[in-house]
Nanobody, 117 residues
Framework: QVRPVESGGGLVQPGGSLRLSCTHS?????MGWYRQVTGYQRQWVAS???????NYDESVKGRFAISRGNADNTVFLQMNDLKPEDTAVYYC??????????????WGQGTQVTVSS
């Protein structure tokens, strides 16, 4: 029951792209991405079900794409046309599945995304 590991954050200019990834050693069902700016509550960004259905917050719709890896233990967030207001720490949330049932929700430790010229 260790934390998922995130990567892919960094500094990018407005209009640029980043691809975040998050992986866990166990099998994952539902997965999601959230972001948090200092002084604000953590905000849901995107999610995907165990069946691959996706949903997005309006602020990123059309620019971000969430996807899951073939092994069902990895989630990606492709971020295009990044804007300064996308700057935040991005966290993945993963639903661990055991014996066909969700048994735990795990948060990654976060990866910083900074969009600035």
């Amino acid at each position: 029951q260790v934390r998922p590991v995130e990567s892919g954050g960094g500094l990018v200019q407005p209009g640029g792209s980043l691809r975040l990834s998050c992986t866990h050693s166990g099998r994952i069902g539902a997965m999601g991405w959230y972001r948090q700016v200092t002084g604000y509550q953590r905000q849901w960004v995107a999610s995907t079900t165990s069946g691959g259905a996706t949903n997005y917050d309006e602020s990123v719709k059309g620019r971000f794409a969430i996807s899951r890896g073939n092994a069902d233990n990895t989630v990606f967030l492709q971020m295009n046309d990044l804007k300064p207001e996308d700057t935040a720490v991005y966290y993945c949330k993963m639903g661990v599945v055991r014996l066909g049932r969700p048994v735990d929700w795990l948060w990654g430790q976060g990866t910083q995304v900074t969009v600035s010229s």
